[in-house]
Every structure is written in C-alpha cells, then in structure tokens.
C-alpha cells in the first residue's frame, strides 16, 4: 500500500520537476510601442501536419523553411496539444475555446451548430472583419464570417470544388494554390480602414496525398529514414495499440500508394516499401503548403502588413508518420496529440523564442479575442496564451492537460478514452474496455513501456488518476464515469 501524498508530493509528480525548477527559460519581453492598434490576425491551420515535419522540430524527413520563417521571427511551442485529435472536433474547439463535449461537436461527419458563440462572431462584433478561406469540414455553412470561400467536405487536390458564400464553383488547378489565391485576393479586397481576422485553412496533407507537378519528383532518388518506433510490436501497451486498423503493413491501400507493390515484396521489405511511398507523398504536399505560406508572407512584407498582423502556424492534430508502424491520429499517443504551434507578431513577440507551457487548441479562441481587446465570455474553457508570448508566463499557469476521443469503432478502430498529460507523464484509461496506460515520457519518450501495474510507480498513479477526475469535473465533462 502506498503512503499518504502531500499537496507537495502531489505537485512534484503533476510537474515533473524539482520543485522550484524554472518553467519557463526566457527573459521577459519588452513590449513594443502600445500606438499600433489591435493587431489582424491570420491563422494558418493545415490538416493532419505532425510537428515532427517540420524542420524546425528537428524533422528527419524534410524541410519546411518558409515555415521555419515564422518560428525563426516569433515564438515556437514545444508542448501544444489537442483535446481531441480529430479534424472536425479540432475546428469545433478552435472556434469556440470549448472542448467537445460542450461544443457538440465530438466525432466528425456531423453538423457543427453554427448558432452557438463562437470567436468569430465575437471578432465581429468588436469591429473586425472575418474571413475564412480552405477545409471547413464542419458540416454546416459558416457562421460569424463577413465572407467564406471553402472546401465541400475533405476536398480534393486537383481542380476542387468550393463553395464561396453558398454558391458551388469548381476552379481549375492545385488546391493548396488555389486557398493561398483566395486568401491573398481577400487581403488585397478587404476593407482597409478595419482590422481583420483570416482563417487560412489548408487541406494538405489530409490523405490520400496527391503532390503537384512541381514536387511530384521531391525525394525521390532518396530513402527517407523510419522512426524509431516502426516496427513496434504493442507488447507493453493495453489492447487498442494492438486492435487498430491503422498500419501501414496492413491497411494502406492503393488510394494512398498510387500503385500496386513491385512482385516479389512480403513482409518488412513490402511494409518498407508502403513506407516510403507514403512519406514521400507526405512531405510532398508539405512542401506546397511551405511554398504558399512563402507566398502569404512575402505579400504581408510587401503590403506593409507584417508589423501589424499575428501570424500563427498550427495543424487540426498531430499524425503517426510511421510511428509505431502507423499512419493517422486518434489516440493520446504523442505523435497524435502533439501539433505544431508557430506565432510571430513583429515588435511584441520575441524573434526565435521557445516555450515550454503547456497550452491547447481550446487556448486559441480566447487568444485572439484578448489581442482584440475583447473578454473572452466565462464558459470559454482555454486561456489567453497572450502572457507567455510576451514572455511574462503567469505562475499559475496549467500544470495538466485533459484529452477526450470518441470516434468508435470507425475508421481506424481506435477506442475511446480520456487522459491527463503533465510534463512528464501521460495516464491515459480506455473506458469501453477497462484499460489503463501510464507513462513517464522522461524515461520514455515513445511511449512503449505501460507502468500502470509497475509498484514503483504507484503514488504517480494515484496522483494522476485524482488530477484526471479533477480535469473531468473542472471542465463538465461528465463521461465516462471510473
């Protein structure tokens, strides 16, 4: 039986640190002349963009220098995170600072209530003008936006069909081309005398992964190196790690690979094989997607809007390039959870900062709206990040991170479960199934050794398992019950 935790034993687990060990390692940040007005703000989402392809996380696998641009300029998170890691689930929570239990929207292939609150609206109402461009995938028309131009669903890659403010056209040409257009044509159309806020959502890399011309031949002469997780056998991981229908051995078809396996391949030479032949597609449309936020921000340079506009970089949730032999997202895995999170704004953000606070995707709604001089209304349940891209992280700032899946059984056949992230370990309990799993992400990063039966690791468990009903009840998230 374990001894009885202290509130200090307790905060030294939730931490992952000594106590008293700094959280945040960069001086303060000076503030830029207050003159300048509420600052526009562009949002530049992709879909299914791990952190771990781009250069600046350290890829292995490519480059993304345009992207780098923006984290060389401003500020890079090392620890955003996803409440749900699913595309529509991530957009609902995005524009409504909610998780999806509370926003409705928590599997995708639904209709987002577009009547509730949501940032937009909110934006408008404080005198901004807004605008959304790309993959919606919400399946409502948006609301709280003075003009809308998006995707029908996932999209396709070659001459798309979009549906600007409700009248279907299709438009000849690469997808990631074409949102890039529409987004500059809007800033070049816009009412200039008014701050705006642009929603700039690509579909890349969404699967099936189609390159255009241009970087159809990227990589091509090259072998592309496998994580350090690829051939993963599930051994110490609890029943949904090995139920999944998401390997690249076994369930990438020939819409992803283009074309059937050269005769002869089996076993690890054929799953190699499925490898490379959809990373390369991968890091294929990514460098599209780098080539057009080029484009946006040599416009912004140009126009002379870069000093006034927040730039922001970030994927709907992160995606397994080959970790643990996968490919999509879903579970509380960190290749899944984790998203890229760039942000430069000229003169107020530190150029090439770091932060390590934990923050989530429920943070961006009340973020814009503390830029905009607005009160974030009080059943938003992120927090203004605005503090610690300042460079004045408060004392109090979150030490845990709640996470809720629910797509069940399909695609992908990834059970539901909720878990609570801290600096250093993740607990995560599937409840259809009575399963838990417990990390130490210090000890081990890629998640391959399941401690939650481990003796040693006891008044962890008990620490995290009363955090993980705390985040439960502090947030209304009443199910499942444990």
Known sequence: MSRRLTRRDALHILAGAPMG???????????????????????????????????????????????????RQGMRFDNCFITNSLCGPSRATLLTGKYSHLNGYTVNERKFDGSQATF??????????????????????????????????????????FIEMGVKKQVKGYVTDIITDAAIDYLKGRDKARPFCLLYHHKAPHRSWMPDPKHAGLYEKDRLPVPATFDDDYSDRATPARDQQMTIERDLNKTDLKQDPPSGLSGHELKEWKYQRFIKDYVRVIASIDDNVGRLLDHLDESGLAKDTIVIYTSDNGFFLGDHGWFDKRFM????????????????????????????????APTFLDFAGTPAPGDMQGRSIR?????????????????????????????????????????????????????????DPHELKNLYQSPGYADTRETLTAELRRLQRDLKDPDPAF
């Open 387 to 443: 503090p610690i891209l300042a460079g004045r992280p408060p004392a109090d700032w979150r030490r845990s991170l709640y996470y809720h899946y629910y797509e069940f059984p399909q695609p992908h056949h990834v059970y539901p479960h909720i878990g609570v992230r801290t600096e250093r370990y993740k607990l995560v309990y599937y409840y259809t199934l009575k399963e838990w799993e417990l990390f130490d992400l210090r000890k």
């Open 120 to 161: 937009p609206k909110m934006l408008q109402e404080a005198g901004y003008q807004t605008a959304v461009v790309g993959k919606w995938h919400l399946g409502s028309d948006p609301t709280g936006f003075d003009y809308w131009n998006i995707l029908p669903g996932q999209g396709v890659y070659l001459d798309p069909q």
């Open 333 to 364: 895995y960190e290749e899944s959870l984790r998203v890229p999170f760039l942000v430069r704004y000229p003169g107020k953000i530190r150029p090439g900062s770091v932060s390590k606070s934990l923050v989530c995707n429920a943070d961006f």
């Open 21 to 71: 060990a700094a959280l945040f390692p960069f001086a303060p940040l000076a503030c830029a002349e207050e003159g300048r007005g509420r600052p526009n703000i562009i949002y530049i989402m992709s879909d299914d963009h791990a952190s771990h392809a781009l250069s600046c996380y350290g890829s292995r696998i490519n480059r993304t220098p345009n992207l780098d641009r923006i984290a």
